[in-house]
């Protein structure tokens, strides 16, 4: 069966800009979770959502929000840009959330210039 | 609060030599814990997991104990090969599969 699917894979944007990245999770998951990876912070949990709610949520900035719609594909979102923020996003899905195997997606790369 | 301590790398190996990789939790309560694999331009994948104290998890060769007492994890496999290249992270949850706390990740490159 199809993976995680995350578009786009690459994206450049411009300081003060805002970006929208998706996430197919697997079919019949209805847990999505985000998760920022970069050289000085390593993997840090952004948010999960599970039928359309946040669920739990990481120590980010209120720039950094997410939905998950009825099909539970989800999208992230981070307004006002900053530099700092140029990172690998990746998304992990899992059946419920409460099972012990999440699936990654191949993750999108952001600069922000 | 939950964080993990993993072995700082890189770490080279010869093929067919002994790996340890250093894993050291500290969480509330009683966490899962997983090791996840990530090759060169992937994902994560995940490697093997334990949900006790004691339990053994195991994949291609790659083992892991839950170590309570310790509060540690190490990953290890007998006899490494080059594909097994790549950088490997140990994460715990303690809400479900999908609420990770990640260590910093120990990158592994093989020589012939």
């Known amino acids: 069966k199809a993976g995680v699917t995350q578009t786009p894979r690459y994206l450049i944007k411009t300081r003060g800009q805002q970006v929208t990245l998706s996430c197919s999770p697997i079919?019949?998951?209805?847990?999505v979770s985000w998760y920022q990876q970069t050289p000085g912070q390593g993997l840090q949990f952004l948010f999960e959502?599970?039928?359309?709610?946040?669920?739990n949520k990481g120590n980010f900035p209120g720039r950094f929000s997410g939905r998950q719609f009825s099909n539970s594909r989800s999208e992230m979102n981070v307004s006002t840009l900053e530099l700092g923020d140029s990172a690998l996003y990746l998304c992990?899905?899992?059946?419920?959330?409460?099972?012990?195997?999440?699936?990654f997606g191949q993750g999108t790369r952001l600069t922000v210039v | 609060g939950n964080s993990v301590t993993q072995m700082e790398g890189p770490v080279t190996l010869s093929e067919e030599a002994f790996l340890t990789i250093n894993c050291t939790y500290t969480?509330?309560?009683?966490?899962?814990l997983f090791w996840y694999v990530q090759y060169p331009g992937e994902g994560l994948q995940l490697l093997l997991k334990?949900?006790?104290?004691?339990d053994k998890g195991s994949n291609k060769g790659f083992e892991a104990t839950y170590r309570k007492e310790t509060t540690s994890f190490h990953l290890e496999k007998g006899s490494v090969q080059v594909s097994d290249s790549a950088v490997y992270f140990c994460?715990?949850?303690?809400?479900?599969?999908?609420?990770?706390?990640f260590g910093t990740g120990t990158r592994l490159t093989v020589i012939p």
């Open positions: 994460a715990l949850s303690d809400q479900g599969a999908n609420n990770l706390f």
């Open positions: 969480a509330t309560g009683y966490p899962s």
């Open positions: 959502y599970f039928s359309e709610t946040q669920r």
């Open positions: 992990a899905s899992s059946i419920d959330g409460a099972d012990t195997e999440a699936f």
């Open positions: 334990a949900t006790k104290a004691d």
């Open positions: 079919s019949g998951h209805r847990s």
